[in-house]
Each structure stands twice: as C-alpha cells, then as structure tokens.
C-alpha cells in the first residue's frame, strides 16, 4: 500500500448495506475507502460491545470513520474505543436529546418492543424504518440498498436508536446533516454542516457534495 494513504471506512444505516456509497469517490491518490456491513447481534448484546466487535474489523490504523444513521450513532460508541483521524456522523443525532417526539415517547411507554417487524420482508415497511419514506418511485432503489431485514437485527436497532444514552455531542466529531431530514428533524442545530435540500438518504441523493467536502474536510488540520 501506497504510503501516505487515508484509509476511510464507511457505516451504512439501518437495514441498508454499504452500496449506498456506490458513489462517494475519493481521490485514490490520497484515500482507499473501505465498506462496513451490519453484522448480527448477539443476543441481549449492549450497543457498546457490538461497537467493539465492528471494531475488529477495521484493519488499519489512524482511520477515518463516516457513519449515516443508525450508523452514526454506531460510530460514535465505536469512537469512544479507537483512535481516529477524523470522525464523521451523517444524518443522524449528536446526543439523545436530538430525537423526535415519537421515538421519545417510544422510549418511555417501550412502544418499539410491539413494532411489526416480523413483517419487513414487505419492502415498503423496511423502507419506511430505514429512510423514512414510502416507496413511489424508488422501489428499485429501496430493493438496491435495503437488505438488512433480520427481525432479531430490526428489533435490536430500533431499540438501540430509542434507548441510546449519549446525553452530549461527541466534540471530535464532524455532523453533517440534511436540512430536509425527516427521520431526525433537530439535529441541524449546534456544531453541524447543513447541507441544503439533504434528505435522510442524501448520501445518496447529494453524493456530489460529499465528493467535493469530503476531501477536504478529511484533510482539514491535518
């Protein structure tokens, strides 16, 4: 490997896999990007001890560290046991005070423990869990990057979103977030780049943006 080389490994959301990156391009003179997937939990397994086991998959050193979502969340707890270079957490929250009034009012009346997730071999319902819409137009791209849909992983993971305890922003971190985010609608507030027009799939739909920012942003004070 070229020395010099940035490694940057990418965390994709609930349910997605990490083809949902097929268009973040990196300068491969500066970086080599590598994809994360979701692994099954353990049973009764602790947010903290998965983050430690997606740890192990990391296979260098000084790394960059991009999670969208659920997976910016998941990054954040792996942060706390790694060193890093830079840390990136798109489309998600900075701290649990961040999280819609549904799922506030999920984590105190335990709500989420009764979601029909037995159901998400329905690709709208999976599609509503993991971005937030309902299919139109985009069935063919839901059916692309959704492919997570274990209930024993669906139960675990909206769980871990409703009952995560983070009770401030992570200072190291860089947040990006989409100002037409309707999964996590507060979370432009505070230290965050707004991208204009994001959605919660703006990984997606603004890969330009990133592969414009990105770079630079990695790079910055180095």
């Given at each position: 490997?070229?020395?010099?080389i940035?490694?940057?490994?990418?965390?994709?959301?609930m349910a997605?896999?990490?083809?949902i990156f097929?268009?973040i391009k990196?300068?491969k003179d500066q970086?080599e990007m590598?994809?994360?997937?979701?692994?099954?939990?353990?049973?009764?397994?602790?947010?903290?001890?998965?983050?430690?086991?997606m740890?192990?998959?990391i296979e260098?050193?000084?790394v960059v560290l991009?999670g969208?979502?659920?997976?910016?969340?998941?990054v954040?707890?792996m942060?706390?046991?790694?060193?890093?270079?830079?840390l990136?957490?798109?489309?998600?929250?900075k701290?649990?005070h961040e999280?819609?009034?549904?799922m506030k009012?999920m984590?105190?009346?335990?709500?989420?423990k009764i979601l029909?997730?037995?159901l998400?071999g329905?690709i709208d319902?999976?599609?509503?869990?993991?971005?937030g819409?309902?299919?139109?137009?985009r069935?063919?791209?839901?059916?692309?990057y959704l492919s997570?849909s274990d209930?024993h992983?669906l139960d675990?993971?909206i769980e871990h979103v409703i009952?995560?305890e983070?009770d401030?922003p992570?200072?190291?971190?860089i947040?990006?977030?989409?100002?037409k985010d309707?999964?996590f609608?507060?979370s432009?507030?505070?230290?965050?780049?707004?991208?204009k027009?994001?959605t919660?799939?703006?990984?997606?739909?603004?890969f330009?943006?990133?592969?414009e920012?990105?770079?630079k942003?990695i790079?910055?004070d180095?």
């Open positions: 490997m070229e020395p010099g940035i490694h940057v490994y990418l965390m994709p959301g997605a896999n990490p083809r097929e268009f990196l300068p970086f590598h994809w994360l997937e979701w692994m099954l939990p353990d049973k009764n397994e602790t947010l903290q001890s998965y983050a430690k086991r740890i192990n998959k260098h050193h000084n991009l969208v979502s659920f997976g910016g969340i998941l954040q707890e942060s706390k046991h790694m060193q890093l270079r830079k990136f957490v798109v489309s998600s929250v701290s649990k999280l819609p009034k549904r009012l984590k105190f009346t335990k709500a989420y029909p997730t037995q998400v329905n319902l999976l599609a509503k869990y993991a971005f819409e309902t299919i139109t137009k069935i063919e791209l839901y059916k692309k997570v209930k992983y675990w993971a009952e995560w983070q401030a992570n200072e190291d971190a947040y990006i977030h989409g100002d309707i999964i609608p507060n432009c507030g505070g230290k965050c780049i707004v991208v027009g994001g919660h799939i703006m990984v997606i739909t603004k330009k943006w990133f592969n920012n990105l770079p942003l790079l910055q180095a």
